[in-house]
């Protein structure tokens, strides 16, 4: 089935796409994308786009990588699938040795998974059964944050901080607890506290944890789970000051701290994991996305040796696993990818035009559309306003005629390939593959410019 018009035929009677309203293309065609190439993009009519998404913050090597194609081409011939179920088999052992190489303090156990949902999944439980073989058996609840996006399975959806997605789905696992998110630029509406620092807010953010554990009774709280840069909502890094209080906070009430990586690690801020940019150590990552460059599904739950201890002797078993988790194909590419980024020095390119990248688009400034740049790495949001003055946001029906009835269609027909989200205040997300520099930056802005200056004549 190759020609256009039988995919799309196939794609509008017989696909079923992820988070897609389907009747956005009952009188119009699927998107079809067909090839990839560096940090491009092509459909099935040949046409170019600059994926300023890196698939769905995946694709850090960028596409049409050979060396990562032939290295599952070679595992899949050698073997093709084992399970983790009471065996191993050495490209696993292999990875979960690399990654415990760039973890910070003792997270030394790799449990895989397929993708990050399931790896948050993974936390969750283990954090439950974890208290429970040590004797507080009440510790099963889980703070997040507001408008935080945790993953699609029933546990990861109840931590998940956005209502919408939750309500056809409800009732969920119970007890996941929301706090506010680290979102500086709305400081002054989430405290009611106007003019606070940076370093304030952090403070405070942190500290609203500390009350909903007091709320809910230290004894009933298993863990906390944030994101290094909250992707939902636009990318909200940590202000100065918060993880340090956070980890305090977690050892004060023998809380877990979980840090959820699925964007955030391999390369996304710069480094392999956050807590090396932002100084901490949790007590667990959860990882996915970027661990292949997507050439294959992989993710990873990794944890303190401590959360390990009890399942080392003896009779005790962690009695959850995955059909396909640490799939010895996707482990190869795994550990081609790893290569890569060494003999690249991907990190270090993402942090020294981490600037550059910022630079860019705080362009955009000019623009009376735009009120707020942010994020971190190759990871950045650009907060759009009806006034730049009073940060005043759009109505819902506003954002949805702005997101959905222009933004999204224009950027991409313009040859941009990113992320118009509302699932907070609306903004344009942007995590390109970490091999793009100032050329696809440029390009960035200059279509951006183009899609929000014809935005902002509309409104």
Known sequence: MTHPEDLQRAAHDNLWMHFTRHGAYEHAEVPMIVRGEGAY??????????????????????????????AAAKQAQELAFFPLWSYAHPKAVELAARLVEHTPGDLNRVFFTTGGGEAVETAWKLAKQYFKLTGRPLKHKVISRQIAYHGTPQGALSITGIP???????????????????????????????????????????????????????????????????????????????????????????????????????????????????????????????????????????????????????????????????????????????????REDLLGHVTRNEGAFRATLERLYDLPIVGDVRGSGFFWGVELVKDKNTKETFTADESERLIRGFLSKALFEAGLYCRADDRGDPVVQLAPPLICGQKEFDEIESILRGVLTEAWALL
């Open 41 to 70: 993009i092509y459909d099935v009519n040949g046409k170019r786009y600059l994926d300023g998404l890196a698939g769905l913050f995946v694709v850090q090597a960028g596409h049409g990588r050979s060396e990562l194609a032939e």
């Open 164 to 342: 919408l997605f939750k309500q056809m789905f409800e009732p969920l696992v119970p007890g996941s607890v929301r706090v506010p998110n680290t979102n500086y630029y709305r400081a002054d509406e989430i405290t009611g506290v106007p003019g606070m620092t940076p370093e304030q807010y952090g403070i405070w953010a942190a500290e609203r944890v500390a009350r909903a554990i007091e709320m809910e009774g230290p004894d009933t709280v298993a863990a906390v789970f944030v994101e290094p840069v909250q992707n939902a909502g636009g990318c909200f890094p940590p202000p100065p000051g918060y993880f340090k209080r956070l980890r305090e906070i977690c050892d004060e009430y023998d809380v877990l701290l979980v840090s959820d990586e699925v964007i955030c690690a391999y390369g996304r801020l710069g480094t392999m994991f956050a807590g090396e940019k932002f100084d901490y150590v949790p007590d667990i990552i959860t990882s996915a996305k970027g661990l292949t460059s997507g050439y294959s599904p992989l993710g990873a739950m990794i944890c303190s040796d401590r959360l390990f201890e009890p399942f080392k002797s003896g009779t005790e078993m962690f009695a959850h696993g995955y059909t396909f988790g640490g799939h010895p194909v996707s482990a190869a590419v795994a550990l081609a990818n790893l290569d890569l980024f060494e």
